[in-house]
């Protein structure tokens, strides 16, 4: 059944958007499409693990202009007063939102959003309500992984670890990451200098990514002056936990923490009501119905997974249309149709995914 994937990629899906199908199939309710920033110029994709999940300037282009054209974009306000029950929506609505808060959603990402007039949801950490700029944990680590060497060996307080060849060291990468997700972020900062120091990488090895503009852009998150104005320039901004673990790997009060802080730090740096929640990950695996219950907890008027299928129906688990480097804008209009999940319903076995 994998032989379908393609099929639907390069001939169905191109096919059915041409002749407008999709639009008129489209289904009720609004549909959520999220994006992680785009590739900033001069950026070479280093490892489509790490990188797949940016998109170019001209396929971000493509997508909004085909969704501005054939959809109806809402705005973050008119999605929460739909989510109150204060507003019907029409037909065909779609809301933009991005997670991480890059640098590359100010510089790259942004001017194409103002040139479209169109609304758009960014997620940030509390690494954007910091006056440095710095790296995403995870990315940093996987970043030293493969700058270490082919074969990876090396002890840790919580476990021994070692990996040879790509595939081994990817995996010890997503290892890794549920592993370190269940210390607060002092523990986790720690844990990281000790891996770092074990692998050989240099003390300089953030600044050395400081240093060139592509590197910058693409690894680094916003920091609060850079924040502080992509809200000027009328973006709403929205919360992606303090300092982006999975949560389901946590204590119950670790991760209120991580969700409650992450809301109230916003809110103080921008002066603004913060109601949007973006889990980390946003997967089934990273997110599960005890998390639902924090983000409400913790005040949030909905939440957002980062898959077409949350861990519940209700509005602290709204799924989202990911889009990574290889999706298609005819393939993008099939998710967001709600095609894609017709026929991934008909035939569930056909290893079908948004960029497959």
């Known amino acids: 059944m994998r032989v379908i994937s393609p099929l639907l990629k390069r001939v169905v899906y191109p096919g059915l958007s041409k002749s407008g199908y999709l639009r008129w199939s489209a289904q009720n309710g609004p549909t959520v499409v999220t994006y992680h920033g785009v590739l900033p110029e001069g950026y070479e994709v280093r490892d489509i693990a790490l990188d797949g999940h940016l998109v170019s300037a001209e396929a971000f282009q493509s997508h909004i202009r085909l969704l501005k054209s054939k959809y109806r974009l809402i705005s973050p306000e008119q999605f929460a007063l739909w989510c109150e029950g204060s507003l019907e929506l029409p037909a065909r609505a779609v809301l933009l939102t991005c997670d991480d808060g890059l640098v590359n959603t100010l510089t790259d990402m942004l001017p194409i959003v103002q040139a479209f007039g169109v609304p758009f949801l960014f997620f940030v950490t509390g690494g954007s309500l910091m006056n440095q700029s710095s790296m995403l944990w995870y990315e940093q680590l996987c970043l030293w992984l493969l700058d270490a060497r082919e074969r990876i060996s090396f002890s840790a307080s919580w476990g021994e670890w070692g990996a040879k060849g790509r595939g ?161 804008t005819a393939e993008l209009e099939a998710h967001v149709s709600g095609f894609y999940r017709s026929v991934r319903e008909r035939y569930p076995h056909a290893g079908m995914g948004v960029g497959a």
């Open 168 to 328: 081994q060291v990817l995996g010890l990468w997503r290892e890794m990451i549920r592993k370190l997700s269940a210390l607060d972020a002092g523990a986790r900062r720690e844990a990281l200098e000790d891996i770092r120091t074990e692998l050989g990488i240099s003390r300089d090895f953030e600044s050395e990514y400081s240093r060139k503009e592509a590197t910058r852009r693409r690894f680094f998150m916003l920091n609060l002056a850079e924040l502080r104005g992509m809200a000027d320039a009328g973006m709403t901004i929205g919360a992606h936990t303090v300092s982006h673990p999975m949560l389901s790997q946590m204590p119950e009060k670790l991760a209120l923490e991580e969700i409650s802080q992450s809301r109230a730090g916003l809110e103080t740096a921008l002066g603004k009501k913060v109601w949007a929640l973006a889990y980390p990950f946003g997967t089934s695996e990273a997110v599960s119905a005890r998390e639902l219950g924090l983000a409400e907890r913790a005040g949030f008027g909905c939440a957002f997974m980062n898959v077409e299928d949350g861990v519940s129906d209700g509005r602290f688990a709204f799924p989202r249309i990911h889009v990574s480097f290889e999706t298609t």
